[in-house]
């Protein structure tokens, strides 16, 4: 190769560079203004939301475009919302896109104070301004769970109650309302049930052959007030719900959250049958927990027979449970039906995502339920185990933390700390866990099992009184 295709060549690839650094971005999901005019008459409503915003007080928080904006200056919104109890706020700005809602979130619009709902319905202006070429349904979904992304950061003990675009255009042939339809195809999925909710009543704004009535959207996009009364009927019912919740009050690690039911109901409905086959017994220890827990029934089987011999035990270790669905599960029937003399509580590994202080927020409220709906129970309570192989890896670290906490927890009568791990580990300052204990550096094999059960059965014996 020569000079010059050397020279080409580097040319061609700063160019080709050029093109990957400042391509043109996703517009749906590029935070801007509708103007940045002072005196825009958009910048001033920002500017007079943001004096709001400041005071606070808001339970629910309305965020969206001209349709969430036409809603505030109605009789619903009066009578329905704007009272007690939820003071709402609205934020609405008409003519807004996604990509204005994030310009919004990024300068304050959620910061200061906490909502406990927001409700969300955007994405009929990045349909109705852009043709398809321009902005495809992709970049419209897209757009609206970056905005969901953001809500959830600003506002992480806010339910959201996600509206699907509201139909558009008379006909269902219509072009802008089979874009609509695709997004909200999608959009629908955003819901969890946990933390998003979906409030979708669109088949009621629609005539039976599918067309929109101009006596419930005039300009076949925006509600009237009887469109506005049917949107407070499917609305209402799930803000009284949500906020007559008192988990907005916990942090998500300690908020009742169910799971995905396909991924456990097989062992929820074992469990069940054996509270059942145990009512109005009493038990001498209930295991609470998560995979290492359930694996009582797996690698620990030779061992927990041994302790089956002993003591009437009932094994509630779920597989990838958190310590939020360990609180749903307990709130939702996992408690009733037996009474025991000891729970055993280890719970935490899962919580990834949750810091220290709130997995050790969420494992204190389990604490608190048992204490409630058996207040005959002791609790044994144990540390999250070391996980990793290396003392520094930060899962490790994390973990510790909140061990150091929980600890706390503990008075030694009631709630008794029972801290093993260094038996897991290999001697020496390294705190290495070996693989011979745990081949997946997280769950015990047998022999972790035994080390487990030399370091409880004391005290199984004292308070069971065998």
């Known amino acids: 190769m020569n000079l010059t295709q050397i020279r080409f060549g580097v040319a061609a690839c700063a160019t080709f560079l050029a093109g990957v650094l400042f391509a043109a971005p996703v517009v749906s999901i590029t935070p801007v203004p509708q103007s940045d005019r002072p005196d825009h008459w958009w910048q001033k409503r920002f500017a007079e939301k943001q004096e709001l915003v400041k005071k606070g007080g808001s339970a629910v928080v309305f965020i969206g475009d001209s349709i969430v904006h036409g809603l505030e200056g109605s009789a619903v919104w009066r009578e329905k919302f704007a009272a007690a109890p939820f003071h709402a706020l609205n934020l609405g700005f008409s003519g807004d896109r996604t990509e204005h809602v994030l310009w919004r979130l ?12 927001v409700v969300l319905m955007i994405g009929t202006n990045n ?6 070429a321009d902005e495809s349904p992709i970049d419209t979904i897209i757009g609206i769970n970056e905005i969901i992304r953001k809500i959830r950061w600003k506002q992480p003990q806010a339910k959201i109650v996600l509206h699907p675009i509201f139909p558009r255009g008379e006909r269902p042939d219509d072009e802008r309302r089979q874009r609509v339809d695709a997004v909200n195809e999608a959009v629908r999925q955003l819901a969890d049930g946990q933390n998003v909710f979906l409030c979708d009543f669109n088949d009621v704004l629609l005539n039976a052959d599918g067309t929109l009535s101009k006596d419930i959207m005039p300009d076949f996009l925006h509600p009237s007030d009887r469109g506005r009364k049917i949107w407070a009927r499917a609305l209402l019912p799930m803000l009284n719900r949500l906020l007559a919740s008192k988990d907005a009050d916990y942090p998500p690690a300690a908020r009742a959250t169910p799971r995905r039911l396909p991924e456990y109901v097989g062992r929820m409905t074992d469990r069940r049958r054996q509270t059942m086959n145990h009512k109005g017994e009493t038990l001498d220890v209930v295991f609470l927990g998560d995979s290492i827990t359930h694996g009582w029934e797996g690698n620990g089987r030779e061992v927990f027979k041994k302790l089956c011999a002993d003591y009437k035990i009932l094994n ?85 933390k909140t061990n150091a906490i929980i600890k706390g927890y503990a008075e030694g009568n009631k709630v008794i700390w029972c801290d093993f791990n260094d038996k897991f580990l290999e001697p020496g300052p390294d705190k290495v866990l070996p693989r011979s204990i745990m081949p997946d550096l997280l769950h015990p094999n047998h022999d972790g099992y035994l080390i487990w059960e030399a370091a409880v059965r004391p005290v199984f014996r004292e308070v069971c009184g065998r």
């Open 127 to 132: 349909i109705g301004h852009r043709s398809r």
């Open 106 to 117: 990024d300068h304050g619009e959620l910061d200061g104070y906490k909502a406990k709902v």
């Open 316 to 400: 509630l270790g779920h597989s990838g449970d958190r310590t939020e669905h360990l609180v749903w599960r307990f709130l939702n029937g996992e408690m009733e039906g037996y009474k025991t003399k000891l729970f055993m509580l280890m719970i935490g590994t899962n919580n990834g995502n949750d810091s220290a202080e709130d997995v050790a927020a969420g494992i204190k409220r389990i604490i608190e339920i048992t204490q409630k709906t058996h207040p005959e129970a002791k609790m044994l309570l144990l540390p999250i185990f070391p996980r990793n192989s290396d003392a520094k890896n930060n899962h490790r670290i994390k973990n510790e």
